[in-house]
């Protein structure tokens, strides 16, 4: 069964840093873009980053650049999110979701499947 | 960027019901437009991607339509398993945006 598991959340300080991780299984992990997706507390899904299947192209959403980084090791089937000057408004569950395709220049594609879910909470 | 208008913000239905969820791009999508449900304390679950492409697994009840800028979910026949919040995603260009979701609630 084709899956993804997020890890890596937790409590960090305002202007601290946090690396969540997204292992994939059951697919060919370099065949696919992956991506980001939080959720604060009580709030509707925004979309945060992605990267393509070989990890040479990244998107990013307005509120994360230059504080966000995505990458991926194909070789260990993961993506990752470092995050960096962190605020409280960054406090959300952080999904990760496979795309349905390998680039990210054409558009249409869809997430599937999403993992559970890691929470990362920014307060002092 | 693009915005997605997604209404209404919630509904309230009875079983048998047949609803209708609308999503509105402030720029054409083409087809390039998915929705998920989500429950409480679960991940969102893709339903219809591309429009009208019903996801492996997922009830016939559900079906997609739409195209540009206007775009519609309809459940045929509530569930009571339908009862969830449900979002659209536009992916014609990034950064990729949801709708604000319509939660559907037991009248």
């Known amino acids: 069964e084709v899956q993804v598991l997020e890890s890596g959340g937790g409590m960090v300080q305002p202007g601290g840093s946090l690396r969540l991780s997204c292992a994939a299984g059951?697919?060919?992990?370099?065949?696919?873009?992956m991506s980001w997706v939080r959720q604060a507390p009580g709030k509707g899904l925004e979309w945060v980053s992605a990267?393509?299947?070989?990890?040479?192209?990244?998107y990013y959403a307005d509120f994360v650049k230059g504080r966000f980084t995505i990458s991926r090791d194909n070789s260990k089937s993961t993506v990752y999110l470092q995050m960096n000057s962190l605020r409280a408004e960054d406090t959300a569950v952080y999904y990760c979701?496979?795309?349905?395709?390998?680039?990210?220049?054409?558009?249409?594609?869809?997430?599937?499947?999403w993992g559970q879910g890691t929470l990362v909470t920014v307060s002092s | 960027d693009i915005q997605m208008t997604q209404s209404p913000s919630s509904l309230s239905a009875s079983v048998g019901d047949r609803v209708t969820i609308t999503c509105r791009a402030s720029?054409?999508?083409?087809?390039?437009l998915n929705w998920y449900q989500q429950k409480p304390g679960k991940a969102p679950n893709l339903l219809i991607y591309?429009?009208?492409g019903l996801q492996s697994g997922v009830p016939s009840r559900f079906s997609g339509s739409g195209s540009g800028t206007d775009f519609t979910l309809t459940i045929s026949s509530l569930q009571p398993e339908d009862f969830a919040t449900y979002y659209c995603?536009?992916?014609?260009?990034?950064?990729?945006?949801f709708g604000h979701g319509t939660k559907v609630e037991i009248k």
């Open positions: 979701a496979k795309c349905d395709r390998e680039s990210l220049w054409s558009s249409g594609s869809w997430l599937d499947p």
């Open positions: 059951a697919f060919t992990f370099s065949n696919h873009a």
């Open positions: 990267i393509s299947g070989r990890g040479d192209s990244t």
């Open positions: 720029q054409s999508l083409t087809y390039s």
């Open positions: 591309a429009a009208s």
């Open positions: 995603q536009q992916s014609y260009s990034p950064p990729w945006t």
